[in-house]
């Protein structure tokens, strides 16, 4: 006979058993997952570039459940915390076999229930699905246990627990407990706010500490006695700590940043961390700044801040209003008349085409462009003044006349490539010379973005808000040369009076600012940029109306130097410019570049035929051919010599070969050194 299969031995069949049950659980658990939607509809919550939180959002059921993670935590509430509730948390699956053997022991011999066998991952089961407390619900939560022990892990149970945990109301998790009973994230606790924190959630609605103080100190003090008898505290420390009183009312949770926090968890998920580059404490002070300061205005007026780090345009503190409680609009991203803050970039330009130089002499004098006559804010005029010096008295004619050289549509095409969205008024066609002195709708954070790249030698980068956000490729503005010439300019303008002394001004850190402030009084307007940081500021009613005598300068001005001393000192001067030796860092301009005369060329021209570009004209689009662009100039005194974006080319040059698409800024310069300017647009066929 054939013998049968040998049995297996016992070990064997005990191996096969084991491996059944686990295949069963396994399949149990992917048939019956756990609900884990409590946890994961936690508070949007937006933190700081250090994780600190500057504000958390409610969840959909008016619930504050901010998420916690376990290295967040003070060390003694979670050495606590595992004393009280679990005492071999880490060493068990999820259900602690020895604590439920002993709590039968118990309920047997005292023919009643004496104390629990639920460890915090149990718990953390009942937070997730509460159940009735029944001997069946006991039995599903310890499946349900053991199925988030290998879920989430210990570390991830904990989360879970700290996150859920109820401490009475609205408040859900230890890290909103410790903000409403302490006013503080829960990183750094004393020995009665642990044990404080660690009793709550027992009996969270009858130890409230704000309805029944009592019964939460005698709570409270159970912990710090247990915590002596387990050697985990020293008796004289628990004795300091029952001396400490319990709060008695909740604080409210913390509103730093508040516009630009709820513009970013708008934009995020449920539950979301977002986390921004914000200085919190920077934050905190430019608040306070910012209510002190409008108590200085009169009734109705506000003014917004951004402040932001030159070297990668991180935004190191944001000012939507001067008062969330007051006003909920976020002023910084409205679009206002920017006056004559956008001066230095038509210097720069210009600058950078070699049509000015910052000693070119330009007369401010009347001069009629068209139908408008532009007059300077005091209502008078200087006569000839240097490019210097009319940038730094923010001149309003040379100005314009330096706008008519560099060609107001060029201009603004340049400012919005640079990542500036223009607004301009519904019957301006296209972008004119009024731009120079605030004929433009314009963001502060834009103006705080542009003035940044200014200071960075004319490369612009947008505003970096999110950790983590992906670098972009700077776009160029202007070259370093131009860009450094008008900080240099900047840098020397006159301070506003009355902040000469205690401030920034009086410390070694140089601001190159510019005021502006637009028609009727209705914005004032200071950007200002040193070596590390650019602060813009504006001030004015949020429904426009007028302020009659309020300019840039005395509202807008004393707050910008106020904020620069809520900054770090910079870390050392400008760097040295890469072309020491450039045209526009020499004292004297060339000969060609002495004076400006207008683009017009109204006047007599001595000795030759007024000099003009025949082709291209300005603002044409033109196709470069083979040969390049053709270049034709007619009066003037010869020789001719053209300029193409600041690079002259060779003497004679009759035609220009682009690089690329684009637009470009054609000058002719003739032997007297006057001349004509165009812009154009340029299209290469095949790029």
Known sequence: MRAGPRPLPRGGRGAVLVLLLAVALFALDRLLPPDLSRFAGR?????????????????????????????????????????????????????????????????????????????????????????????????????????????????????????????????????????????????????????????????????????????????????????????????????????????????????????????????????????????????????????????????????????????????????????????????SRAVRSPGSALKPFIYAVAFDDLSLHPGTRIADAPHRFGDWLPRNFDHDFHGTVTAREALQRSLNVPAVLALEKVGPARLAALLQLAGADLSFPAAAAEPGLPLALGGVGIRLTEMAMLYAGLADGGRMLPLSLLAGQPAVPPRRLVGEAAARAVIDILEGSPAPDGIATGSAVARPRRIAFKTGTSFGFRDAWTIGASADYTVAVWVGRPDGAPRPGEMGRSAAAPVLFRVFDLLPPDRGPRPAPAQPDHALFHRQPPPALARLEPESGEGPVRGAERLRILFPPDGITVESLAEGVALRAAGGRPPLRWVVDGRPLAEGASFWRPDGNGFARLVVIDADGRRAASGVRVVVPGK
């Not at 932001?308 to 609009?329: E, K, M, P, T, Y």
């Open 43 to 331: 508070s949007t919550v937006v933190v700081d570039a250090e994780n600190r939180l500057l504000r958390p959002f409610p969840t959909v059921d008016g619930t504050w459940r901010l998420p916690t993670r376990p290295e967040r935590v003070d060390s003694l509430y979670l050495s606590l915390l595992t004393m009280t509730e679990d005492r071999r948390y880490g060493w068990h699956p999820g259900v602690d076999p020895l604590a439920a053997i002993r709590a039968v022991g118990q309920a047997i011999r005292h023919r009643r229930v004496v104390s629990g066998a639920s460890t915090l991952t149990m718990q953390v089961a009942r937070l997730l699905s509460p159940r009735p407390r029944t001997l069946s619900a006991k039995l599903i939560e310890s499946v349900r246990a053991l199925q988030l022990q290998v879920r989430l892990g210990g570390d991830g149970v904990l989360e879970a627990y700290l996150t859920l945990a109820p401490f009475g109301g609205a408040l859900e998790g230890v890290t909103a407990a410790s903000l409403a009973w302490f006013g503080k994230e829960p990183g750094r606790l004393t020995p009665a706010e642990a044990a404080l924190l660690v009793a709550l959630p027992q009996s969270p609605e009858r130890l409230r500490p704000d309805r029944h103080p009592q019964a939460a100190q005698a709570a409270r003090d159970r912990v710090l006695d247990t915590a002596v008898a387990k050697g985990v505290l020293a008796r004289e420390v628990a004795t300091a700590a029952k001396a400490e009183p319990v709060p008695t009312a909740q604080r409210p949770m913390p509103m730093l940043a508040p516009h630009l926090a709820e513009r970013l968890a708008a934009g995020a998920g449920r539950g979301t961390v977002v986390r921004t580059r914000l200085d919190g404490a920077l934050q905190r002070g430019l608040e306070g700044l910012g209510r002190a300061q409008l108590v200085r205005f009169e009734a109705g007026t506000d003014l917004a801040v951004v402040v932001v780090a030159n070297a990668d345009r991180r935004v190191l503190a944001h000012l939507g209003s001067g008062d969330w409680s007051a006003r909920q609009l976020d002023l």
